[in-house]
């Protein structure tokens, strides 16, 4: 059931679930990136933003300046599934990645413990064959809103009675 869940937030563009915590939150003082105070691999990375770089947004800058960190410390293979992951990105249509965008804000809303779980839920997802992640999707697709609206129901009084019963 778990799997038949989560099959549907992925099946709309809930990959966001696979990514781990980020290290630090922005907050006002980490928002405020100079250019001079980013690396020269990362000013390297980020030429394009030098001339605008003290007109964006406080949090803009703090944002570009960890994706360039984290850019470079990936390593071949995890630069390549970036790639891919932003490829798809652009493909989705703006309501898509709204939608997304939304409940990305909901998991990172869950308390940590819930995070963790959800995130466990997604990695067991991705062991599943490729195939029975399809007919999960297919099955989380073909059930009504009201079957869907009740499956949540039911896994969060599960979750519920489980953290009772902790």
Do not use: C, H, I
Not at 29 to 44: F, I, K, N, R
């Amino acid at each position: 059931m778990k799997a038949l869940v989560l099959a549907g937030l992925l099946a709309l563009g809930g990959n966001a679930l696979a990514a781990e915590p980020s290290a630090a939150p922005a907050t006002s003082t980490q928002a405020d990136v100079t250019w001079a105070s980013l690396s020269p691999d990362q000013q390297q990375l980020l030429a394009q933003f030098q001339s605008k770089w003290d007109q964006l947004p406080p949090q803009r800058r703090f944002a570009l300046a960890r994706g360039a960190a984290r850019w470079l410390a990936m390593d071949q293979g995890q630069r390549t599934a970036a790639r891919d992951r932003f490829g798809k990105w652009r493909e989705l249509s703006e309501d898509r990645r709204e939608l997304v965008r939304r409940r990305w804000g909901d998991f990172e809303n869950l308390p940590p413990d819930e995070q963790a779980k959800v995130r466990a839920d997604f990695r067991e997802y991705r062991r599943l064959s490729a195939q029975r992640r399809a007919e999960l999707r297919k099955e989380w697709q073909q059930k009504s809103l009201a079957e869907r609206q009740q499956l949540l129901r039911e896994l969060r009084q599960q979750r519920l009675l489980r953290r009772q019963g902790n």
